[in-house]
């Protein structure tokens, strides 16, 4: 399984920002996606996630503010930033699990300007 992340940059505070992963190889319909995210100096934390089945969980941080959504037929997972602000800058990571196993993409740069 292979993860494709796109979509961060810079962005001044306030604005949006929408996040977009592929997923390549043998993913099954059990599988959850979603995103990390990991600020300097602190431990990598989850975002939101979306099981096959359209199930979201969001950190307490991010609810109202950022969205998740999941093309299954695609394989594709993307995450709608909206309201964002300096504490959301970190690197970001797609993030899929299915049977046990865990698979990261390679993380892009979020970057909220105050």
């Known amino acids: 399984v292979q993860l494709q992340a796109s979509g961060g940059g810079l962005v001044p505070a306030g604005g949006s920002l929408r996040l977009s992963c592929a997923a390549s190889?043998?993913?099954?319909?059990?599988?959850?996606m979603g995103w990390y995210r990991q600020a300097p100096g602190k431990q990598r934390e989850m975002v939101a996630i979306?099981?096959?089945?359209?199930?979201?969980m969001y950190a307490d941080s991010v609810k109202g503010r950022f969205t998740i959504s999941r093309d299954t037929a695609k394989n594709t997972v993307s995450l709608q930033m909206n309201s964002l602000k300096s504490e959301d800058t970190a690197v970001y990571y797609c993030?899929?699990?299915?049977?046990?196993?865990?698979?990261w993409g390679q993380g892009t740069q979020v970057t909220v300007s105050s």
């Open positions: 993030y899929l699990r299915q049977f046990g196993a865990s698979y």
């Open positions: 190889g043998r993913i099954f319909s059990t599988s959850v």
């Open positions: 979306i099981s096959s089945g359209g199930t979201t």
